[in-house]
């Protein structure tokens, strides 16, 4: 199935600083901050949410197509794309702007501070569903205006989809919210984003459950649930052969969600395979830097669950 991907494209520059924060920030004097942090080691990784889920989908073999708004410093980006055989058909360049930029300095006990510029996300909403042909889709971290838009344009189109606000989600009222879950056909939250959709809300889990054909919350550590027709199904962690970079994992399991939907599998085996993804991920740093084969992959699975996934 052609799956539409709209989300961000961002670079993530991922920088260390070889001290700690506490050490030079003075908590008497933090109505006057001013502190430079020097960060010898730097390195600039390709992320967003769409670019993450993409790759994640051609690794399982899917076909990813992106839906994205970057700047005019995208040629590295779009260079990776063709590298890749990722198609960028639907992938808007925004003159006069920059591509989403994240700048992360962390310290040496991992805590972090982050600027995130939105850049070219800000025009997302300018790209159109109805031109992609899709299949199925996946509503990602994104521009809100684009978010609110794709969500719309996808149900008038007739293909189902998954609302994954992401870090997205503070943007939007608990009616936002309703609206974008009557829309949709699937939502994915992680424990902490399940948690302020039902504040916002006032809906428990099992409500807004209710109103989809799943619900897919994750834990991280604790593995993750779907909830599906009345049912949850808990779905287990796979371990990591090493637990080098979070960063991306939700993006992988989402991906390994999308495959599962899209080849018609059950929700456990699609539940597990996301899994499986994530474990992959999670053992190399930045979000698209693990290059498993799908042999690589379906005898990471049997590994796990005593079976092969395809």
């Known amino acids: 199935m052609r799956t539409l991907i709209c989300g961000s494209l961002a670079f993530d520059n991922i920088m260390v600083f070889p001290d700690r924060f506490k050490n030079h920030i003075l908590p008497e004097q933090i109505h006057i901050l001013n502190v430079a942090f020097l960060v010898p080691e730097m390195r600039r990784e390709f992320g967003g949410c769409a670019g993450n889920i993409a790759y994640n989908l051609m690794l399982l073999g899917g076909d990813a197509q992106i839906m994205a708004t ?96 992401g870090q997205g989600l503070p943007m939007f009222s608990g009616d936002d919210l309703l609206d974008f879950i009557g829309l949709a056909d699937y939502a994915c939250f992680n424990d902490y984003e399940a948690k302020l959709a039902c504040d ?70 699609t539940g597990r395979l996301a899994a499986v993804m994530g474990a992959i991920k999670i053992a190399h740093r930045g979000g698209q830097n693990h290059q498993p084969s799908r042999e690589e992959i379906a005898a990471r699975y049997q590994r796990a669950f005593g079976a092969l996934p395809w």
């Open 70 to 165: 970057v700047g005019d410093d995208a040629a590295p980006y779009l260079a990776r794309l063709d590298q890749l055989a990722l198609s960028r058909q639907h992938v808007r360049q925004v003159p006069g702007s920059f591509t989403a930029q994240a700048f992360i300095t962390t310290d040496l006990d991992d805590n972090q501070i982050t600027a995130f510029h939105p850049g070219a996300m800000s025009f997302s909403h300018l790209n159109k569903v109805a031109e992609a042909g899709a299949q199925l889709g996946i509503v990602a971290p994104d521009g809100r205006d684009g978010m609110l838009q794709h969500a719309r344009d996808f149900a008038a189109a007739g293909v189902p989809f998954i609302f994954d606000p």
């Open 200 to 269: 916002r809300t006032g809906r428990s889990l099992e409500q807004l459950a209710g109103e989809l054909k799943a619900l897919i919350v994750t834990r991280g550590g604790e593995g993750s649930e779907i909830y599906v027709g009345g049912q949850r199904h808990a779905i287990p962690c796979v371990e990591a052969d090493q637990v080098v970079d979070p960063t991306g994992c939700g993006d992988a399991y989402r991906a390994g969600l999308l495959y599962g939907i899209a080849q018609g599998y059950d929700w456990e085996k």
